[in-house]
T-cell receptor, first 112, second 112 residues
Framework: EAQVTQNPRYLITVTGKKLTVTCSQN?????MSWYRQDPGLGLRQIYYSMNVEVTDKGDVPEGYKVSRKEKRNFPLILESPSPNQTSLYFC???????????FGPGTRLTVT | GQQLNQSPQSMFIQEGEDVSMNCTSSSIFNTWLWYKQDPGEGPVLLIALYKAGELTSNGRLTAQFGITRKDSFLNISASIPSDVGIYFCAGRVKTSYDKVIFGPGTSLSVIP
């Protein structure tokens, strides 16, 4: 089944403790992206990747890192999480940047 | 930067009623997209519009790409309980890549 998977689905952590949210797609898509969803703000793009080893900042990249070492995986890294990074995170992928995006199920992160 | 406004923010309707929601911006977009997010899941694309003036249907859903390219609307006819969710409009604009910008969403509740 074609899908985007994210892990974990739920995470509660403390300020400053490094964490990684994994994202994987099995559709051989070139383009992948991370969004955060906050009430009243919709989805805002954090980082995107056009292909392996090609990543760039979206609209809200501060406090986040990404890597794209393989086509199927696009992990989101929070080196030192802070409470303002408490949010619902979505990974998405598409064949190319101008094609339909498929979203993962989301990761709800709480930083205390 | 580009921003999208959606109205209404939320709506409570009776099963069987028609629903209308819209999305406006001060910026021009070359594609309009409508997504639905079910509780606990990622957004799923409902309708994509590629040309100013285009009117497209998908079952009980109808969406239009505004003539000015700065707005779009989505209608749902004869609502049913499974229409409950958050509806996001999104516009695609060409920057250094094909960037998708999301509106804040319209939350729809259907009373059986």
């Amino acid at each position: 089944e074609a899908q985007v998977t994210q892990n974990p689905r739920y995470l509660i952590t403390v300020t400053g403790k490094k964490l990684t949210v994994t994202c994987s797609q099995n559709m051989n898509h070139e383009y992948m992206s991370w969004y955060r969803q906050d009430p009243g703000l919709g989805l805002r793009q954090i980082y995107y990747s056009m292909n392996v080893e090609v990543t760039d900042k979206g609209d809200v990249p501060e406090g986040y890192k990404v890597s794209r070492k393989e086509k199927r995986n696009f992990p989101l890294i929070l080196e030192s999480p802070s409470p303002n990074q408490t949010s619902l995170y979505f990974c998405a992928s598409s064949l190319f940047d101008n094609y339909e995006q498929y979203f993962g199920p989301g990761t709800r992160l709480t930083v205390t | 930067g580009q921003q999208l406004n959606q109205s209404p923010q939320s709506m409570f309707i009776q099963e069987g009623e028609d629903v209308s929601m819209n999305c406006t911006s001060s910026s021009i977009f070359n594609t309009w997209l409508w997504y639905k997010q079910d509780p606990g899941e990622g957004p799923v694309l409902l309708i994509a519009l590629y040309k100013a003036g285009e009117l497209t249907s998908n079952g009980r859903l109808t969406a239009q790409f505004g003539i000015t390219r700065k707005d779009s609307f989505l209608n749902i006819s004869a609502s049913i309980p499974s229409d409950v969710g958050i509806y996001f409009c999104a516009g695609r604009v060409k920057t250094s890549y094909d960037k998708v910008i999301f509106g804040p969403g319209t939350s729809l509740s259907v009373i059986p």
